[in-house]
């Protein structure tokens, strides 16, 4: 049960406009996942999130989310959004941002329920910020900020965790804890999360899928950096600590 597929994307085709973005993608993912989609700006990485939110239809192919269409399974997907698009100055407490993600349990206009409340609490206790319940999200750092849109996400009670670009807003000293959160949180839910940057991926993530326009790769990391070496299709700034003079053609450490 546990290792069953969630997700499952079959030859899925998306374009906007007439102009394609994304090209025969066939992926999928499993309950105990922890997948990093990588690849270039503008490869289709955030375009790929969206249509398994079901934001977006794919022009071609399908899509399946626990066997169904994803909109209507959207309510298992909590999804965290590149955090630069929120606007901090608007005063809005830490409880607050955690009780949004009950809203699409909620009614239009209906008030937050005693049960509502007691599951953002424990959303932001899962992250390590009840403490902080009553701070205004404004006066937090880019770490804390993210801790909090990942407790509105998991406010949700999601069974998959989408994250777009979340190490971009991440400073290095942050990096460790939340890779670690994230594992911790991987043993209820998948995780899926996007990034440009492979850096930290590479030795956090153990399962890749390489996306520029076409799935150039999906499979485990450590094979996964060869192939993406060779292909030459997807960002090449990776350091794992075990392997970068096999990328980095100039370097001979033995
Ligand atoms: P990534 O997340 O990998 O940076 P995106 O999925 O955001 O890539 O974008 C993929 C391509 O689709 C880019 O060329 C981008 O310019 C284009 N694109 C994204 N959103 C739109 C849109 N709403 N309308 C037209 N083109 C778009």
Redesign the pocket.
């Known amino acids: 049960m546990k290792t069953q597929t969630i997700i499952r994307l079959q030859n899925v085709h998306f374009s906007?406009?007439a102009?394609p973005?994304l090209e025969d993608i066939s992926l999928s993912i499993r309950q105990t996942d922890f997948l990093g989609i990588i690849?270039p700006?503008?490869?289709?990485?955030?375009?790929l999130l969206k249509l398994i939110l079901g934001l977006l239809e794919p022009t071609q192919g399908e899509i399946r989310v626990f066997g169904q269409s994803p909109r209507k399974m959207r309510h298992l997907i909590g999804y965290m959004p590149q955090l630069f698009v929120f606007d901090f100055s608007f005063p809005i407490s830490v409880m607050e941002v955690a009780l949004m993600g009950r809203l699409s349990r909620n009614k239009l206009g209906r008030r937050f329920s005693k049960s509502d409340h007691q599951i953002a609490y424990e959303a932001l206790k899962k992250v390590g910020m009840e403490s902080l319940r009553d701070r205004d999200i404004g006066e937090l750092s880019g770490g804390q900020r993210q801790r909090v849109f990942i407790a509105r996400a998991l406010a949700m009670q999601p069974r998959v965790l989408l994250l777009d670009e979340p190490v971009a807003s991440v400073d290095p000293q942050w990096q460790k804890q939340f890779f670690e959160l994230l594992h911790q949180l991987n043993n209820e839910l998948a995780i899926v999360l996007v990034t440009?940057d492979v850096s930290v991926l590479a030795s956090q993530i153990d399962q890749l899928a390489c996306v520029n326009r076409k799935l150039f790769y999906h499979g485990s990391t450590r094979e996964g950096i060869h192939k993406i070496s060779e292909l030459y299709h997807c960002p090449m700034e990776i350091a794992v600590h075990e392997v970068p003079h096999r990328l980095l053609g100039d370097h001979h450490h033995d």
């Open positions: 906007y406009n102009i973005v690849g700006n503008g490869g289709g990485k955030t375009t440009h």
